[in-house]
């Protein structure tokens, strides 16, 4: 009888998986990073939106106030409408609540309110702040 000397796999072999294995799973790991990274952009993205429109119903609701310019200056000018007020006051605590460094200006010309939210959405990287602007009218 013949003996087969091929007794198993070499060390090069092992060596030679064990690499690729590795790059698979650190590309794996790679992609689950920038994932989860995109997601929470997202929500952040989101949460923006929901803040602008909160802050645009806020003004059609209280169209004369709006007209008044009660919501032009922020804080709300001495005088100004109660409601508008409070509504500018609640508005930015839930920026700042919601978004990280979360701050809002609402602006008007004529009949027409631009509402910009802005947030920091570097996570310590240093990219400028990101500012999302809806517009709407009365």
């Not at 590309?27 to 920038?34: C, K, P």
């Not at 645009?56 to 004369?64: F, L, P, V, Y």
């Not at 006051?89 to 200006?105: F, H, R, S, V």
Request: a negative charge; aromatic letters at 6%.
């Amino acid at each position: 009888m013949k003996k087969n000397k091929q007794g198993g796999s070499s060390l090069i072999e092992v060596l030679i998986t064990v690499l690729v294995l590795s790059v698979g799973l650190l590309g794996m790991a790679t992609l689950q990073f920038d994932a989860l990274k995109l997601n929470h952009d997202s929500f952040l993205r989101s949460q923006a939106v929901n803040l602008a429109y909160d802050m645009t119903d806020r003004i059609r609701s209280n169209r004369s106030a709006a007209r008044d310019g009660d919501y032009d200056l922020q804080p709300a000018p001495a005088g100004a409408d109660a409601s508008a007020a409070a509504d500018i006051i609640a508005w930015q605590a839930n920026l700042a609540a919601a978004l990280p460094t979360g701050t809002g200006t609402i602006t008007r010309r004529n009949e027409e309110f631009t509402v910009q939210v802005c947030w920091d959405e570097s996570r310590g990287n240093g990219a400028p702040a990101t500012c999302f602007q809806f517009v709407t009218g009365l």
